[in-house]
């Protein structure tokens, strides 16, 4: 079964908009939540990564909110770029115990 | 720099034939693992090493070996007995700092492979 949950599977924005991908997690004994950003014919790289203890976290453009009632939490990009076109995963973990969502291809046009 | 080296990039066999990954670090992290990945499916977990010599399955390990003689390397192999094996290929390694392990997985840059 699928232990994270992510959404929209493709989004289109305008440069300066600010696309959202949402996921959502069922196991609540998850304690870490990375971003990953992937370039096409490239592995996945962290962009961001929160810890259930707070609600939100900033790194530049890049916002992650986090519901743990909700065992939700989002990726906001501000002021996307054309070279933010690339695919988004979220994940949750514990330990070695790392699910990942399935994936979010994002487009950012001119 | 460190990093993590998988190779060959791109590989194409025939169906029925035995094929090997390479996966080599030099970040001395300990913890390593392979992810295959799927349009539209994420990554999904193959097997995992936490130490030299010990390695576990993860959720679809059926059809795939491995093997960890040296902390910088962990191979795959993608036996005949995987039923659908063309994919992309994701070999990571569990970041440490101050000797221990974050959440974060640093990943090489994959190897694709199709099966004729």
Redesign the interface.
Same mark, same amino acid.
């Given at each position: 079964q699928q232990q994270?949950k #992510?959404s929209p #599977?493709s989004l289109i924005v305008q440069k300066g908009g600010i696309p959202i991908i949402n996921c959502a997690y069922e196991n609540t004994a998850f304690?870490?939540f $990375?971003w990953?950003q992937q370039f096409p +014919?490239?592995? $996945? %790289?962290?962009l961001i %990564?929160i810890r259930p203890d707070v609600s939100e976290k900033k790194e530049g453009r890049f916002t992650i909110s986090f519901n743990k009632s909700a065992k939700q939490f989002s990726l906001h990009i501000m002021d996307s770029q054309p070279g933010d076109s690339a695919t988004y995963?979220c994940a949750a973990?514990k330990g070695?115990d790392?699910r990942?969502? %399935? +994936?979010t291809r994002l487009t950012v046009k001119p | 720099d460190g990093g993590i080296t998988q190779s060959p990039k791109y590989l194409f066999r025939k169906e029925g034939q035995n094929v090997t990954l390479s996966c080599e670090q030099n970040l001395n992290h300990d913890a390593m693992y392979w992810y295959r990945q799927d349009p539209g499916q994420g990554l999904r977990l193959i097997y995992y090493s936490q130490i030299v010599n010990d390695f576990q399955k993860g959720d679809i390990a059926e059809g795939y070996s491995v093997s960890r003689e040296k902390k910088e390397s962990f191979p795959l192999t993608v036996t005949s007995a995987q039923k659908n094996p063309t994919a992309f290929y994701l070999c990571a390694s569990k970041v440490q700092r101050g000797g221990q392990n974050t959440g974060e997985l640093f990943f090489g840059e994959g190897s694709r492979l199709t099966v004729l």
């Open positions: 994270v #992510q #599977q304690d870490y $990375p990953y +014919g490239k592995g $996945p %790289a962290l %990564a995963f973990s070695n790392m990942f969502g %399935a +994936g | -």
